[in-house]
Structures are given as structure tokens and as C-alpha cells.
């Protein structure tokens, strides 16, 4: 079955960093576009970032980009996002979800858990 | 960014009876392979979102009949023919049509 797990939140400082991972199991991993989805305490869901098959696929929102970096490691069945700037309002359970298979764009079938990461010092 | 706009934003509903909730997207969901890519998320409290509906009326696997979606161009709905207590939470329209895909705002489901 497919599993996504996020492992890699925590509390941090404004300014500083963190790198969460998605561990993918279950499916063909390097088939699929990936994406990190994130939900402020309370608040709604916001589309993070999204990568499909090559680095130059890679899609972010505007009140991350240049701060944010999303990657992935096929051979690892692995996604990361390397947050770097982080300020308050990045405070969220970030997710990851599962994005398009080839020749489709249907997006979000399977989530994961979720992790929460907290920018206050 | 395209807005989704969901109304209500709060829904109480008797249990066995039918829900409705609305969604309107700021520009047109038709991509250029002429589908439309709205879906519906159900968040139940304490848990992940989970797809309900893609391409504006497709259920997903295991979701129940009782769901169903309709609508295009710009105006969407989402339908629960009869309410069950299992339905309780917060569900959300998402576009991915036109990046960024944006969600709304969602509208929380409980039971009067």
C-alpha cells in the first residue's frame, strides 16, 4: 500500500533552517510528481512546492521561493525541502502528497502524516 | 493566483439529512486537454486531508456514494445526499489547473 512518512520537523529560530524528508513506499516513486502542502495552526491548506521528474520541474509559491528548496532522490524513494530564512508565518504541519503520474494531472491521492515545524525563539 | 471562494464557511447539518457546499474559482478550471481540475478534500479532525473527488465529479476509491461533485468553468459544488456522523470536518475545493494550486478557504461540516 502506499505509505508517505515526513520526518524532520521541529522548533527553530527565525532566520534559521531545517530539512524535512518524505520516505515513499508502495508505488513507483520516480513515476510520480511529488509535492509539499502546508497547514498553518488552525488556518487552511496553501500548496508549498511541487517536482516532477527532472530538476527543472520544480514549482514553488511565491512566499517561499529563494527560501525554499525542494529535491528529491529517486534512488532513495526519497523527497526533501530545504527550508532555509524560515520566518513565523512558516509555522505549519507540512505534508507531503503524492502528485501526477505520467501522461495525467490528477494530484493529491495519498498523503502523509504530516510534520509539524515552528519558527519562534 | 487563481481564489477559490467556498461557501458557507460553516455548515451545521442534521444527521440524515443532505449538504451543500459551494465553490467558485476567480478564472476558468479548463486546462488546455479540456478536463477541469477541481477536487474536493475532506479534512476529519485530528487527520490528514484525503481526495474525495477529481475532475470535478470523479469519487475517489472507497469514498462513498453519498458524495458526489458537479459543476464547471467556474462554479462547483459539492453534495452529501444524507449526512452521517463519520462526515464531520473541514472539506476544501483545490484547483490544479494553473499554478500555484490553490485551495479554499474550507468549510467546516458538523452535526447539528
Known amino acids: 500500500q502506499v505509505q508517505l512518512v515526513e520526518s524532520g520537523g521541529g522548533l527553530v529560530k527565525p532566520g534559521g533552517s531545517l530539512r524535512l524528508s518524505c520516505a515513499a513506499s508502495?508505488?513507483?516513486?520516480?513515476?510520480?510528481?511529488m509535492s509539499w502542502i502546508r497547514q498553518a495552526p488552525g488556518k487552511g491548506l496553501e500548496w508549498v512546492s511541487y517536482?516532477?521528474?527532472?530538476?527543472?520541474?520544480?514549482y514553488s509559491t511565491d512566499s517561499v521561493k529563494g527560501r525554499f528548496t525542494l529535491s528529491r532522490d529517486n534512488a532513495k524513494n526519497s523527497l526533501y525541502l530545504q527550508m532555509n530564512g524560515l520566518r513565523a508565518d512558516d509555522t505549519a504541519v507540512y505534508y507531503c502528497?503524492?502528485?501526477?503520474?505520467?501522461?495525467?494531472?490528477?494530484?493529491?491521492?495519498?498523503w502523509g502524516q504530516g510534520t509539524l515545524v515552528t519558527v519562534s525563539s | 493566483d487563481v481564489v477559490m471562494t467556498q461557501s458557507p464557511l460553516s455548515l451545521p447539518v442534521t444527521l440524515g439529512q443532505p449538504a451543500s457546499i459551494s465553490c467558485r474559482s476567480s478564472?476558468?478550471?479548463?486546462?488546455?486537454?479540456?478536463?477541469?481540475?477541481l477536487n474536493w478534500f475532506q479534512q476529519r479532525p485530528g487527520q490528514s486531508p484525503r481526495r474525495l473527488i477529481y475532475?470535478?465529479?470523479d469519487r475517489d476509491s472507497g469514498v462513498p456514494d453519498r458524495f458526489s461533485g458537479s459543476g464547471s468553468g467556474t462554479d462547483f459544488t459539492l453534495k452529501i445526499s444524507r449526512v452521517e456522523a463519520e462526515d464531520v470536518g473541514v472539506y476544501y475545493c483545490?484547483?490544479?489547473?494553473?499554478?500555484?494550486?490553490?485551495f479554499g478557504q474550507g468549510t467546516k461540516l458538523e452535526i447539528k
Open positions: 483545490m484547483q490544479n489547473t494553473h499554478w500555484p494550486y490553490t
Open positions: 478564472q476558468s478550471l479548463v486546462y488546455s486537454d479540456g478536463n477541469t481540475y
Open positions: 517536482i516532477c521528474y527532472t530538476a527543472s520541474s520544480v
Open positions: 502528497a503524492r502528485g501526477a503520474p505520467p501522461y495525467s494531472s490528477l494530484v493529491g491521492d495519498y
Open positions: 508502495g508505488f513507483t516513486f520516480s513515476d510520480y510528481c
Open positions: 475532475k470535478v465529479s
